[in-house]
């Protein structure tokens, strides 16, 4: 018998701050190990934090963001539990009165249909430091202890692996947008810890869940999540219980394994933080932060299409994050012809960043990439000074070099020709050269005017105007 999934997320941002969330040390990545600690993230006896107003700021954008209710106080609250890598032996978290409460984030499927997910809440913590274990020990480096976070929960609204993937893809989308995160998930900005358990079809109870931790990255997300279904699905077959527990999920052996018990909220012994005041949030300074929150990946979406009159498809790759819209648009406005922009922005553009790995400006080039350099190119195309083939190759140059895209077509003789007494004798060269295609073009196979037209191209290098070659053929071979 099939069985329903029923899946919420719990995801843990690093939010983008120079320093950390109690103390002055650096967040930086990539620092030898335990070189950016301090007594206060090290839970020195004596030691006191001091809340970083920064963090607290870009948690409070993410949550209007999530349409989450900021609430005017909340308190910081001790999770204990016992690990090598939380020397204070309680991890600065909140608990029964988080920073917000009751958000939305909404997922297209794959069907094109829209689903709302409810997000439980938003809070703020710190991180615990980082256990490296290897066959002669356990080292531990506390470099990212007190690194600032906010964990963002989701109601139990996933009903399918996949749906969890898109649900972590437009968080990520959204939070980069914000600039309250870089979200790179290989660097452990952002990671996420699954709950999932089954019912059968129709039921409304939740049945015993467990969670899978140790996922780093959205495809595993999805392969952990199928994996555990698969797993909770023969064992109610069988007649065994699913055991309320943590697993870890191995991605080389594509497969979870029991961690520990799963603990309750008790086994945490929450209580106030004592060293932190209640966090206050001023209504004037939130109304602050709602005022410059930039526009949404969806809205702005919805926007391109009505104002640009895109296709959606197109607005949705052009949205994909903020500086790729901001540099589409910026070009498009310069151009006056959106639909030509976001043709070359989603073929030539994106693919050459690809290929060099680096971002949409194709930096790093001897200059990035600026939206008036593609403008420029595609107005000598429009104005038929070079060829759609050739307007391909000036880009590449035009990233190599760095030079303008006039410079390079006259550099290299580039230049379309579209005089119509040197198309006519090359046209003629090839009517003479090719005598029984012209006889089998005027006996009804009119789909040799495209091997004609690459001829008098290749006799060319490309550079003949080909709307000029296509009439002058049809005139010759009419006869």
């Known amino acids: 018998m099939g069985y329903e ?19 002055g040390c650096s967040t930086a990545y990539g620092a030898p190990p335990n070189t950016q600690i301090c007594p206060i993230c ?34 910081f609250a001790r999770k204990h539990y016992f690990y090598p890598d939380l020397p204070k032996g309680y991890q600065i978290s909140q608990y029964d009165r988080p920073l917000a409460t009751g958000g939305t984030l909404e997922i297209r499927l794959d069907d094109g249909s829209r689903k709302t997910v409810r997000i439980t809440r938003v809070h703020l913590e710190e991180d615990a430091g980082k256990s490296t274990h290897a066959a002669d020990g356990t ?3 506390f470099n990212r202890c007190g690194t600032p976070l906010i964990e963002i929960v989701s109601e139990p609204d996933l009903a399918s692996p996949r749906e969890a993937y898109l649900y972590l893809s437009v968080l990520k989308q959204t939070l980069e947008y914000l600039d309250v995160s870089d979200c790179n998930m290989e660097e452990g900005s952002l990671r996420c810890d699954a709950n999932v358990s089954i019912r059968r079809p129709g039921d409304t109870a939740l049945s015993t869940k467990t969670e899978v931790k140790n996922v780093n990255s959205f495809r595993y997300v999805e392969a952990a999540l199928a994996f555990e ?4 699905a023969k064992l109610v077959e069988r007649g065994e219980p699913v055991v309320h527990e943590t697993l870890l999920w191995d991605s080389a052996k594509e497969e979870a394994r029991p961690m520990r018990s799963k603990e309750m909220s008790h086994d945490y012994r929450y209580f106030p933080e004592p060293d932190l005041e209640p966090l206050d949030v001023d209504p004037a300074h939130l109304a602050a932060i709602r005022s410059e929150l930039p526009e949404s990946p969806a809205a702005r979406a919805a926007r391109l299409e009505s104002e640009y009159e895109l296709p959606s498809y197109d607005a949705g790759v052009l949205t994909a994050t903020r500086q790729l819209a901001d540099w589409f648009e910026a070009a498009a406005r310069a151009l006056g012809d959106a639909k030509e922009v976001s043709n070359w922005v989603m073929g030539e553009v994106l693919r050459l960043a690809r290929e060099r790995g680096v971002d949409v400006r194709l930096a790093p080039t001897p200059q990035p990439l600026a939206p008036a350099a593609l403008v420029d190119l595609l107005a000598l195309k429009a104005e038929g000074k070079i060829s759609g083939s050739v307007a391909k190759d000036v880009l590449a140059l035009m990233v190599e070099t760095g030079k303008a895209a006039a410079e390079i077509v006259s550099e290299r003789g580039l230049a379309q020709v579209s005089d119509e007494a040197a198309l006519e004798a090359e046209v003629a060269a090839v009517i003479v050269d090719h005598p029984a295609e012209v006889a089998a073009y005027r006996g009804g196979k009119q789909g040799l005017m495209g091997f004609f037209v690459g001829q008098v191209m290749k006799r060319t290098g490309g550079q003949a105007n080909p709307q000029v070659v296509n009439r002058l053929l049809r005139e010759k071979l009419a006869g």
Request: hydrophobic share 45%; proline share 7%.
């Open 42 to 75: 090290l839970g020195y006896p004596g030691s006191l934090p001091m809340l970083n107003a920064g963090a607290v700021d870009l948690a409070v954008r993410a949550a209007i963001a999530l349409g989450c209710e900021v609430h005017p106080r909340s308190i």
């Open 139 to 141: 080292r531990v480096d």
């Open 229 to 232: 279904i698969e797993r909770q």
């Open 5 to 23: 999934p029923v899946i919420g997320l719990e995801v843990h941002v690093q939010l983008s701050t120079e320093s950390k969330i109690f103390c």
